[in-house]
């Protein structure tokens, strides 16, 4: 069974400040990857996703993550942080099949806080 | 844009209570999966549906929870009777192909 760790449950980063939030997966098979973000009271909203193709992936907001599949990693960055991107974020995997996929495994999130 | 609809947003109840929830998804969507979030935790799924199917409810407990999605388009999640750790974020979330899960807004329910 696939699983994932977040590495770190909060970070706190100053406003302009590049951020770096760290996800880990393990599977034995071909995954596919997510980044979730989630607001106060609200639901997840997708931010990116690694389905196949180039390692580097672009989301919304000036997001960005990198598969790496040797280190099993999917870390997301932005280089500059607003205050309004304040919330959790959620990694995720599910394990990939021909013709589907698996479950999503979440982790367990990372509390970004921006401070001004 | 389309979004799934959940509804009530927020459920307060006392124990040994019955309690339910409803969920509409995006318009096409064949899969429906319903997530339990406990306070500081990521989702966990309690039961997947492919159109009025049950695909997979391993980990919903059968015992207080049931679901159901009669004609494959809404759906809802029952607990019944309402224990104090029932107490959760119950999300409700859609796909159209085996990848990208789209999720409603949410139902925040408290136990009392």
């Known amino acids: 069974a696939q699983s994932v760790t977040q590495l770190d449950s909060q970070v706190p980063v100053f406003e302009e400040a590049p951020v770096e939030l760290r996800c880990n997966y393990s599977s034995s098979v071909s995954v596919y990857l997510f980044w979730y973000v989630q607001y106060p009271n609200q639901g997840l909203q997708l931010l990116l996703k690694y389905l196949s193709g180039s390692t580097l992936v672009k989301g919304i907001n000036g997001f960005e993550a990198e598969f790496n599949k040797s280190q099993t990693s999917f870390h997301l960055r932005k280089p500059s942080v607003h205050i309004s991107d304040t919330a959790e974020y959620f990694c995720?995997?599910?394990?990939?099949?021909?013709?589907?996929?698996?479950?999503?495994?979440f982790g367990k999130g990372t509390k970004l806080t921006v401070n001004p | 844009e389309a979004e799934v609809a959940q509804s009530p947003r927020y459920k307060i109840t006392e124990k040994s209570q019955a309690v339910a929830f409803w969920c509409d998804p995006i318009s096409g969507h064949a899969t429906l999966y319903w997530y339990r979030q406990i306070l500081g935790q990521g989702p966990e799924l309690l039961v997947q549906f492919q159109d009025e199917s049950v695909v997979d409810d391993s980990q919903l407990p059968k015992d207080r929870f049931s679901a159901e999605r009669l004609k494959g388009v809404d759906s809802t999640l029952k607990i019944q009777p309402a224990e104090l750790g029932d107490s959760a974020m119950y999300l409700c979330?859609?796909?159209?192909?085996?990848?990208?899960?789209?999720f409603g807004p949410g139902t925040r329910l408290t136990v009392l």
């Open positions: 979330a859609s796909s159209l192909g085996a990848d990208t899960q789209y």
């Open positions: 995720a995997v599910s394990d990939r099949f021909e013709g589907g996929s698996e479950k999503l495994v």
